[in-house]
Each structure stands twice: as structure tokens, then as C-alpha cells.
């Protein structure tokens, strides 16, 4: 399936995401700087907020800005890229709306885009 329109810029945006493995040094939490893979580009970003976590073991509840993400969370969290890259909301393009978190070569965490916050000129516009 082609996209409906060309990809552009974005500021940040946000992404569902499930923890595969804890980074090989710290946790996944708010200032977190893994190196971000979406189809072919490789760039540097960082976890600006964490929205809520969902955790499979115990309880199951949703919890709220949690400080932290382990191992077989779900999670939603804003993403801020360090360099230029162009993605799009799964739902619009699949082939642009999937990423991964890699530190050291390790995935850490794998999800799909659900909306993004874009450069259009001096104005940025959210676009789901």
C-alpha cells in the first residue's frame, strides 16, 4: 500500500509501545536516549514523556506518568528525535509508523506511531 501523502519533518510524537528488554544500563524512563530505527533511518531521540505503562505481570492495572518502564510493559510515551526524520502514524502509512529503541545493539522496545506533532514552516500541527 503507497501512502496518501509525502512524509514530513516532525517535532515529536507518540508511540505504543511494548519493553522487550531493560536498557543494558539504567531504565527506560524520562530522558532516556536510545537510538531510534524507523524503516531505514537510524537516529538518536529522546523519551520526553511517559503518558501510562501497563505491566503482564500482577495486576494489570494502568498506571499514569509512571517513573519507569520494565521488561513486558506496554506503554504510551513521547518521542523527541535529536535529528531530522520523517515518520507517519501506523494507521496512515504501516511501512512509516513502525519503530524500534536500540541501545548498544540491543531492541529494547518495539511499537507502532499513533500521532505525531509536525513542522510545517514555523508552525507545527499535530497530525493523527
Given at each position: ?10 517535532l ?10 531493560e ?34 505481570k ?59 506533532l ?11
Amino acid at each position: 500500500m503507497l501512502c496518501s501523502e509525502p512524509a514530513q519533518q516532525c517535532l515529536k510524537f507518540r508511540v505504543l509501545l511494548t519493553v522487550l528488554c531493560e536498557p543494558p544500563e539504567g531504565k527506560l524512563r524520562v530522558g532516556y536516549q536510545p537510538t531510534l530505527d524507523a524503516h531505514a533511518a537510524h537516529v538518536r531521540c529522546e523519551v520526553s514523556r511517559l503518558a501510562w505503562r501497563r505491566s503482564k505481570k500482577g495486576d494489570h492495572l494502568r498506571h499514569d506518568e509512571p517513573a519507569a518502564l520494565a521488561a513486558g510493559d506496554m506503554a504510551e510515551a513521547w518521542i523527541v528525535p535529536l535529528e531530522p526524520i520523517c515518520i507517519e502514524v501506523f494507521r496512515t502509512c504501516p511501512g512509516l509508523g513502525r519503530i524500534a529503541l536500540r541501545d548498544r545493539g540491543v531492541t529494547v522496545a518495539a511499537g507502532i506511531v499513533t500521532l505525531i506533532l509536525r513542522i510545517e514552516g514555523a508552525a507545527a500541527y499535530l497530525s493523527d
